[in-house]
């Protein structure tokens, strides 16, 4: 009897999980057509991936950026210079006036004796340009050398000719004799934004072809004294001594770069992460004039310009952004000749606005002489268009686009006087200057902290002439505690300084 009952539930239980499937397979697919909807448990319905999932494709760089760098290794060689430096006679060690050395040694070595030239060595680094042998350095890599010899990847050595160089920028262009050498793509220096992912070749130390990676990690980078003109690459890709000359180039492998300076801390010459190149936006221009013309010229303007303060732009009521001061403006210049005039402001050059005087200075002096340029001048409040004709950059003016500092603080602790004809000589400053000049500043005061110094000229105060010291103590009187705007003649150079009272 129970074997029975258990027969019967069994049945029914198979009758039921029989059941269950049909059903759900009829269910299956009447869900599978309705609409035309995919439904779970479709299995022929294929599962598709959202294109562009990821920022970046890896491509071939799965296992690493070798894809990049081997390529462009063969192109950046190793450059061993040699100079001969002659030894100054005072320079010598008074342990060879010794009687006791120079029974020993005699004369060679004591009072008369000729000093022995010395062979001075160094390592950089360099970029192949061009299959038949056009490498780019740094200027420092060779200055001075009177031998130069480059070595490839592959060991191969070369005897190379300086074609020209550059000290302003610090650009190098040598020749070897060679065909079908390897060489580097230029790349477009313009397009790089910080964040982006570099690689630096050469050779530090002397330890062989390294190359390192990072980021770059600013644009634009001037005003750090390393040369006349900057407009640096920086990065922390480790750059060392020997590196100089070497490759900066992209993740395309494209040359961006030429690896130039390190800041390191207590001047120690190891990589600390901070790290400059100059751009081939810069060097390649400089190149190519040195390759047809043997040297470098650059256009000249004749002014000497300042980057606004918010208290100059506040005592000048510029409410613009960007913009630089005229501080001066060199007679018989193109600047000159068109109108400009101190108390200027440059806002824009062609068109492109200007930020910064370091930016309007490498512009200009990228242009050939006799380039027309347009630019819009703020005067009193008012914009208007000038067209000045560049002249050349006089050897001796290889500053003269500068840029002056301005400061801040009271106008107390110094002492004026009236210019006479005898302090214009002494100060070396042309007949007719007029203005008072500073006899005494108390290095303590917060006028030398503006910048105010011994011997400067001051010839206006707020837009105001000042031609004799009584009329400067009436200016100075009328300026009831409010920042004062100083016209300030240093050298010969007129500047602007902004002196916030207290």
Do not use: C
């Not at 050395?101 to 010395?118: I, L, V, Y």
């Not at 061009?130 to 490839?152: C, E, F, R, S, Y």
């Not at 606005?353 to 001048?377: C, E």
């Not at 007949?431 to 010839?459: E, F, K, M, N, Y």
């Amino acid at each position: 009897m129970e074997s029975s009952s258990l027969k019967i539930r069994r049945w029914v239980a198979t009758v039921v999980v029989l059941a269950a499937f049909a059903g759900g397979a009829l269910l299956s697919q009447g869900f599978r057509d309705w609409a035309g909807h995919a439904v779970f448990g479709a299995s022929r319905e294929p599962i598709t991936i959202a294109q562009n999932a990821l920022p970046v494709s890896l491509g071939n760089f799965a296992n690493g950026f070798s894809a990049v760098i081997k390529p462009a290794l063969p192109a950046v060689v190793n450059i061993r210079t040699s100079k001969i430096v002659k030894p100054q006679a005072n320079q010598m060690s008074p342990m060879f006036n010794d009687p006791m050395f120079r029974q020993f040694f005699g004369d060679q070595f004591g009072p008369g004796a000729k000093p022995h030239a010395e062979r001075e060595q160094a390592l950089g680094s360099g970029v192949i340009i061009t299959p038949d042998g056009t490498i780019l350095t740094n200027n420092h890599v060779i200055d001075g050398a009177t031998d130069i010899k480059v070595q490839l990847s592959d060991k191969r050595d070369f005897t190379a000719k300086l074609i020209g160089a550059d000290p302003k920028s610090d650009i190098a262009v040598l020749k070897i004799e060679g065909k079908d050498l390897p060489t580097l793509p230029l790349g477009d220096s313009s397009q790089l934004n910080v964040g982006d992912l570099i690689f630096a070749i050469g050779d530090p130390f002397g330890v062989g072809e390294t190359a390192t990676m990072g980021i770059v990690s600013a644009t634009g980078r001037g005003r750090l004294g390393i040369e006349e003109y900057e407009n640096f690459i920086q990065t922390d890709a480790a750059i060392n001594p020997g590196n100089s000359g070497g490759a900066m180039i992209d993740i395309h492998g494209n040359l961006v770069g030429i690896n130039t300076a390190i800041l390191s801390h207590g001047g120690s010459g190891g990589n600390e992460g901070v790290g400059f190149a100059i751009p081939m936006s810069m060097a390649k221009p400089v190149m190519d004039q040195i390759l047809a013309h043997g040297k470098v010229v650059r256009g000249y303007l004749g002014v000497h310009i300042q980057d606004f303060s918010p208290e100059l732009a506040k005592s000048f009521n510029f409410n613009q952004s960007g913009g630089v001061l005229i501080g001066d403006v060199t007679p018989n210049t193109p600047a000159a000749s068109a109108g400009l005039k101190k108390g200027d402001v440059i806002v824009k050059l062609n068109g492109q606005a200007v930020s910064d005087n370091n930016d309007l200075r490498n512009t200009i002096s990228q242009m050939a002489p006799g380039t027309t340029v347009k630019l819009d001048i703020w005067r009193e409040g008012k914009t208007q268009d000038y067209n000045v004709t560049l002249g050349e950059l006089p050897a001796e003016k290889a500053t003269a686009e500068g840029s002056d500092e301005t400061g801040s603080g009271e106008i107390q602790g110094i002492e004026v006087q009236d210019v006479t004809p005898e302090i214009l000589q002494q100060l070396n400053l042309p007949a007719g200057t007029r203005g008072v000049v500073v006899t005494a500043v108390d290095p303590s005061s917060a006028a030398a902290a503006a910048g105010v110094s011994r011997g400067d000229v001051i010839q206006e105060i707020n837009h105001k002439s000042v031609m004799t010291s009584a009329q400067y103590k009436q200016l100075m009187s009328g300026t009831n505690g409010q920042p004062i705007l100083l016209l300030v003649n240093s050298g010969g150079v007129t500047h602007y300084l902004v002196v916030e009272a207290h």
